[in-house]
């Protein structure tokens, strides 16, 4: 019960990543609010998480909309109390490089992976600010470090993620609060399967996913969550500015899968 008495933000909860983390939460003891725009899905991890014990709300927004942010925090602060940890971990990927990404694409991966990212952690700060503690905890990608074919906005946004981790750990630390990213390499995961199925070889490619991590295999959500817990518990109470690679070794190896 490694996060007993803390309640906990994560958004894009409602599948990948987000569910996985937010379950792992709850069964270490947080209340966690599970956010995202899919008001269905949100309440099905609500549910898994009460099976096993957990407590969890479901929150609806666009973390993309100021009102709908403030309205969804509001909310989780009513029902638990202040919140100690938030993971930003809501995302979108558009596929392509950058002349073949059309401009509504890519303005909304900015809005919803670095602006919904700035709105929930403007809301979140002030109150963590009034404690003297708090966590947050930025879902990255290596994709933000390497350079990889055909996401262009997509490794754009998670490459400010790590650079605004490292800004806001220097405004915050004496502050009492610790801001930290996490950069999967491929995560087998909903995002993983959407981007491969729009590719002309969605197995080859898998294949070639498989293969460029040296230890011979993508990630799990498992073991992004595993990090993230660390990251949230008082067991990183001196860890902050920090980008943990949880890559199998890819971002050291620094191959790309070919075409």
């Not at 990183?236 to 199998?248: I, K, L, P």
């Amino acid at each position: 019960m490694r996060l007993e008495g803390k309640v906990a933000l994560v958004t894009g909860a409602a599948r990948g990543i987000g569910r996985g983390i937010a379950l792992r939460f709850a069964a270490e003891g947080a209340r966690v609010g599970i956010l995202d725009l899919d008001e269905v899905a949100c309440q099905s991890v609500v549910d898994e998480a009460h099976v096993n014990g957990g407590q969890a709300i479901a929150l609806s927004a666009d973390i993309s909309q100021a009102a709908q942010v403030d309205a969804a925090l509001a909310q989780l602060r009513e029902r638990f109390g202040a919140i100690d940890a938030l993971v930003n971990n809501a995302a979108v990927m558009p596929a392509g490089a950058l002349h073949e990404t059309n401009p509504a694409d890519f303005d909304r991966c900015l809005a919803v992976n670095l602006r919904g990212t700035y709105l929930v952690s403007r809301g979140v700060i002030p109150g963590m600010l009034a404690r003297g503690a708090g966590s947050i905890i930025h879902i990255a990608s290596v994709t933000g470090l390497l350079g990889l074919p055909g996401i262009a906005a997509y490794s754009m946004s998670k490459g400010a993620l790590i650079a605004l981790t490292r800004a806001m750990s220097t405004d915050y630390a004496a502050r009492g609060i610790r801001v930290n990213s996490i950069s999967p390499g491929t995560i087998d995961s909903p995002m993983l399967h959407d981007f491969l199925a729009a590719q002309s070889d969605p197995a080859s490619l898998r294949r070639d996913f498989d293969a460029m991590h040296p230890i011979g295999r993508v990630g799990t959500i498992v073991e992004v969550a595993n990090v993230c817990l660390f990251l949230a518990s008082d067991e990183a109470s001196f860890v902050t500015g920090a980008n943990y690679t949880v890559d199998g070794g890819i971002s050291v190896k620094g191959e790309q899968p070919q075409d």
